[in-house]
């Protein structure tokens, strides 16, 4: 079936896994700076939909490119923000072009559809009811 993984699912593999709790605007420059200090690994740096788009991304993502560092930022693309819509699919293709014109590098952006709330319908139906949202120990049992 169905599992998702985590940070521990590739403590002991052939990855070299560093772990970033997730804020706002954060990841991306972790990225380049482990990556700068770190110039022989390959970063895979994992971001929302909503972060791609904030300044301080935007900033370490240039940086990311104009440094040709080898990290692949991967956008978590799931089409639910709690603010309005984004058009993040025109917005990394329009990042994409810029950059590529701009800069030969290692550096890649890769969008990733996702689907909030996969495999659990009450999630699926109504996934802005659960977006940024930490479960009570209660509603955790109710969905299990």
């Given at each position: 079936g169905k599992r998702i993984l985590s940070v521990d699912d590739f403590l002991d593999s052939t990855f070299n896994v560093k772990y970033c709790q997730q804020q706002l605007g954060l990841a991306a420059g972790f990225?380049?700076?482990y990556s700068i200090s770190h110039r022989d690994e390959v970063v895979l740096c994992v971001l929302s939909d909503a972060d791609v788009m904030m300044q301080s991304s935007l900033d370490a993502?240039?940086?990311?490119?104009q440094k040709?560092?080898?990290i692949k930022f991967i956008v978590d693309y799931n089409k639910v923000q709690l603010f309005g819509d984004m058009d993040c699919e025109n917005f990394i293709k329009h990042l994409r072009h810029s950059y590529a014109i701009n800069y030969d590098s290692n550096t890649e952006i890769i969008l990733i559809q996702t689907k909030k709330g996969c495999g659990v319908p009450m999630m699926e139906e109504r996934p802005k009811d659960w977006h940024y949202t930490i479960l009570s120990e209660e509603q955790y049992e109710s969905l299990i």
């Open positions: 990225a380049v700076g993502i240039e940086v990311a490119f040709k560092l080898p």
